[in-house]
T-cell receptor
Framework: DSGVTQTPKHLITATGQRVTLRCSPR?????VYWYQQSLDQGLQFLIQ???????AKGNILERFSAQQFPDLHSELNLSSLELGDSALYFC?????????????FGPGTRLTVL | KNEVEQSPQNLTAQEGEFITINCSYS?????LHWLQQHPGGGIVSLFM???GKKKHGRLIATINIQEKHSSLHITASHPRDSAVYIC??????????????FGKGTKLSVKP
């Protein structure tokens, strides 16, 4: 158990809908990272937050957004969903801001868009 | 060309065999990670390296910064080692600083 929690575990929805994925980092970790793992693209970095502020952005679509709250949990919002958004979404946490240090991964949320 | 290349893509071994998985990268990095992804999907961080060699139980990871290459070795492999092993590098250039760039993974199957 990494200490990172993600909810829900599975999510099935329809095209055009909006969903919110939630992540709680390990106790004491200030950085949260979001990753997408699809069959064709593999794992890709989406976005990082550190202590409530956006720190780095990767291959995140404009339809996707994220935030980190004062209690350090983070939410990833996916809107106008398309079939291609079906993937595993992982969050990870670490203590450091700059991405240095080990990252601890949550169990993932499996999103299926029908 | 991918910035992080792993070989082989798939690997089948007999229990007890010595296994090597290779990772080559083409960008400047501040660290390299080896991750293990179980069939259920969960990801576990095995090693984080910036130089030299690290050992944990039957797992050994090495990195050669000059050659931009890392290897993950598993000694005395066991069926429970069956998983996907993913190499990821942390870029140290431009806007990628701190972000992980992932290889496509190596699927290992160890037969009893």
């Amino acid at each position: 158990d990494s200490g990172v929690t993600q909810t829900p575990k599975h999510l099935i929805t329809a095209t055009g809908q909006r969903v919110t994925l939630r992540c709680s980092p390990r106790s004491g970790d200030l950085s949260v990272y979001w990753y997408q793992q699809s069959l064709d693209q593999g794992l890709q970095f989406l976005i990082q937050y550190y202590n409530g502020e956006e720190r780095a952005k990767g291959n995140i679509l404009e339809r996707f957004s994220a935030q980190q709250f004062p209690d350090l949990h983070s939410e990833l919002n996916l809107s106008s969903l398309e079939l291609g958004d079906s993937a595993l979404y992982f969050c990870a946490s670490s203590k450091m801001a700059g991405g240095s240090g080990e990252q601890f991964f949550g169990p993932g949320t499996r999103l299926t868009v029908l | 060309k991918n910035e992080v290349e792993q070989s082989p893509q798939n690997l089948t071994a007999q229990e007890g065999e010595f296994i090597t998985i290779n990772c080559s990268y083409s960008v400047g990095i501040s660290a390299l990670h080896w991750l293990q992804q179980h069939p259920g999907g969960g990801i576990v961080s095995l090693f984080m390296l910036s130089s030299g060699k690290k050992k944990h139980g039957r797992l050994i990871a090495t990195i050669n910064i000059q050659e931009k290459h890392s290897s993950l070795h598993i000694t005395a492999s066991h069926p429970r080692d069956s998983a996907v092993y993913i190499c990821a590098v942390r870029g140290n250039y431009g806007g990628s600083q701190g972000n992980l760039i992932f290889g496509k993974g190596t699927k290992l199957s160890v037969k009893p």
